[in-house]
């Protein structure tokens, strides 16, 4: 694996996992009054375009960082139109 590749990787970890403690945070106190609904419906159609960008260019750091970003997304925007 190349440093690029290595470093592509790195970021792409934590910027997903930037993500888990507000999905964690939902989860727990079942609100999501502090979520911007309109931030989340642009943030997940860019997440998702991002992806498909990835498997374009055959990334695989921006695919698999896109994939569990995009879940964490949803269930984020899942959770806002669910429970507000």
Avoid: C, H
Avoid at 2 to 22: D, M, R
């Amino acid at each position: 694996m190349s440093t690029t590749e290595l470093i592509g990787y790195a970021a792409a970890f934590l910027t997903t996992v930037a993500f888990v403690p507000q999905a964690w945070q939902i989860w727990r106190t079942r609100d999501a009054s502090g979520i911007s609904l309109g931030k989340y419906l642009l943030f997940t159609a860019g997440v998702a375009l991002w992806l498909v960008y990835g498997l374009m260019l055959g990334a695989w750091p921006v695919i698999v960082a896109n994939v569990v970003t995009l879940a964490l997304a949803l269930f984020i925007l899942a959770m806002k139109l669910r429970i507000g």
